[in-house]
């Protein structure tokens, strides 16, 4: 049996032409993940296909291709499937997207896999090869991540050469919070599901590098664990990067627990300045956070900050970009990251701006986070698309750099690369919208795209 499983991605990460290099681009786990997981009996020969570093064959060669899915690459996901159908081989699609919007993407499949694969995925493989495949597969409710003989992901599968790092970890998956953009609790719910730790550390010690990231949405949804895993890493000395909500502010013992474990950066979910946005956002507990402080702090352990904001919520007017720069600028933040709010399908905030009326197109590829989607409350959506390329362009300006990283005493070559590669991205955004109102000049009048009509989808689709 050959089984070929492709990462399809959108136009902006694409292979040829693709916004980013190598210098920011680390291995994906999912799809090493997935090859971990074929049984061995079946005597599977496997290969991997990133589209973030190479081409996929029109004519691949295989009996099953598996591919991948977010919003934003599912209208790639679906042509290629579409293509290979046609030429006779079968097709599984997984993975967010058509978790959220399962009735879609089983027309473009043979098979669909919603929620983790862990169980379903090798299951499907020994249907598929006696003659029966369903063309459903769910993840169980009483699905768990605790399981001491789970393989690890197979990183050999792809060339290290084409990537920053390999060294990439998971220790647990979702969130407890129901942030109204989020695509995780409405896709697996809001139980963080967790990795036993000794398996974690095994996983850290077999690969061997120094430098890891890890991937997980909330390292710190939940504190017992969290501490857990971070006093188990001490003696690896290894130094990691990591996301984490801004609560670590209020527990200042876990913040020094962080720094000694070797943690050299964390990626926080600013989203904005305004506490009316963070409740537009549901997302009122950052509000009791003083976010310089905790840059300041983080700062203090030798953490870096990767400070993520979003533009669009329904509080903000065309002033907050710039407040939203100097203030990145002024705490220091080692590396700001700015983001169009994206109503994905499935997700509460798509919901009530599809109520309002607001939703612009579902053209599925505009959904990256880049792209304008629907009608933003206090402008209009050319001046968000302006304002937040205007953003990064200022953010990444060589004096804005030097500032923000002299605030925070990052002057190093890793840190000063990296600030570089956004440089590069922020002066490159342009080449990639495809929307009449990012073509057009502010204060223009604009035709918006039609909605591109979807089957109603059924959160019970898996009974």
Not at 72 to 100: C, E, I, M, N, W
Not at 175 to 201: M, N, T
Not at 231 to 244: C, D, E, H
Request: proline share 6%; charged share 20%.
């Amino acid at each position: 049996m050959k089984i070929a499983l492709i990462s399809p991605k959108g136009p902006l990460y694409r292979h040829r032409g693709g916004i980013f290099g190598k210098s920011l681009r680390y291995q994906p786990l999912t799809l090493t993940t997935l090859a971990a997981l074929v049984p061995a009996e079946l005597g599977a020969e496997v290969q991997l296909y990133d589209e973030g570093i190479e081409d996929v064959d029109e004519q691949l060669q295989a009996d099953l291709i598996g591919l991948t899915v977010i919003t934003g690459t599912s209208r790639r996901a679906y042509a290629l499937a579409d293509q290979f159908r046609a030429q006779g081989k079968t097709v599984v699609l997984g993975g967010p997207h058509v978790t959220l919007a399962p009735l879609e993407a089983a027309e473009h499949a043979d098979a669909i896999v919603t929620g983790y694969a862990e169980d379903t995925w090798p299951q499907l493989l020994r249907d598929f090869a006696v003659g029966r495949l369903r063309p459903l597969y769910c993840q169980s409710p009483d699905f768990t991540l605790d399981r001491p003989a789970m393989p690890f992901a197979r990183r050999d599968m792809f060339d290290s050469r084409h990537f920053m790092t390999q060294s990439v970890f998971e220790a647990t998956r979702s969130c407890a919070h129901d942030c109204e953009f989020c695509v995780a609790p409405s896709a697996w719910g809001r139980k963080q599901f967790q990795k036993p730790i000794a398996w974690v550390i095994d996983d850290i010690r077999r690969v061997g590098a120094k430098r890891i990231l890890f991937v997980d949405l909330n390292l710190i949804s939940d504190r017992n664990y969290a501490r857990e895993l971070f006093t188990a890493m001490i003696p690896l000395k290894v130094r990691w990067f990591g996301l984490s909500t801004v609560l670590i502010a209020h527990d200042p013992e876990l913040m020094e627990l962080i720094a000694r474990s070797g943690c050299n950066g964390l990626l926080l979910g600013l989203e904005t300045l305004d506490k009316g946005g963070l409740s537009d956002a549901r997302k009122k507990f950052n509000g009791s956070v003083d976010y310089a402080k905790l840059i300041g702090d983080l700062h203090a352990l030798g953490i870096a900050v990767q400070g993520c904001f979003v533009f669009g919520l329904d509080h903000d007017t065309p002033d907050v970009f710039d407040a939203t720069v100097q203030f990145a600028i002024d705490t220091g933040i080692d590396l700001p990251r700015f983001a169009v709010l994206t109503p994905f399908p499935g997700t509460p905030l798509h919901q009530r701006l599809k109520e309002q009326g607001r939703l612009l197109t579902l053209d599925w590829e505009l959904y990256d986070a880049q792209h304008v989607v629907f009608q933003p409350l206090h402008m209009s959506p050319q001046e968000l698309a302006a304002g937040h390329e205007r953003a990064w362009k200022a953010a990444y300006r060589p004096s804005a750099i030097m500032r923000r990283l002299w605030k925070a005493r990052a002057l190093n070559p890793l840190t000063i690369g990296a600030n570089l590669g956004y440089r590069f991205y922020a002066h490159n955004l342009h080449r990639f919208y495809n929307c009449d109102w990012h073509l057009s000049p502010v204060g223009t009048s604009i035709t918006l795209p039609a909605m591109v009509p979807v089957k109603s989808q059924s959160k019970t689709v898996c009974g």
